[in-house]
Nanobody
Framework: VQLQASGGGLVQAGGSTRLSCAAS????????IGWFRQAPGKEREFVAA????????RYADSVKGRFTVSRDVAKDTMYLQMNSLKPEDTAVYYC????????????????????WGQGTLVTVSS
């Protein structure tokens, strides 16, 4: 499985941007794609997750109500729509693939995700 993250860039506080995560290789609808971020000097943290099939999602409390995950199954691409951005959202954002079947549950742990994209930087200016 290969993941390619894109989007991001410089955004003003209160603005919006959308990240994309294009998947290639052998993926399965029941497995999850997670979004994580890592700010300078901080540990990588969970942001959101969703599966290719169904409508269930999970969000970190810090982004709930502002970020939304969506999918385009035909394009094997998952998106992270980021609204009402804050300077503290500044980070390198990663998408990752969890190849373990976890019915009714999304892991928030970095080490549970097996494949990672290269990361894309989002900078929110105040």
């Amino acid at each position: 499985v290969q993941l390619q993250a894109s989007g991001g860039g410089l955004v003003q506080a209160g603005g919006s941007t959308r990240l994309s995560c294009a998947a290639s290789g052998r993926t399965f609808s029941r497995y999850a794609i997670g979004w994580f971020r890592q700010a300078p000097g901080k540990e990588r943290e969970f942001v959101a997750a969703a599966r290719w099939s169904g409508s269930s999602t999970r969000y970190a409390d810090s982004v709930k109500g502002r970020f939304t995950v969506s999918r385009d199954v035909a394009k094997d691409t998952m998106y992270l729509q980021m609204n009402s951005l804050k300077p503290e959202d500044t980070a390198v954002y990663y998408c990752a693939y969890d190849r373990t079947w976890r019915p009714g549950y999304y892991s928030v742990k970095v080490f549970d995700y097996d494949y990672w994209g290269q990361g894309t930087l989002v900078t929110v200016s105040s």
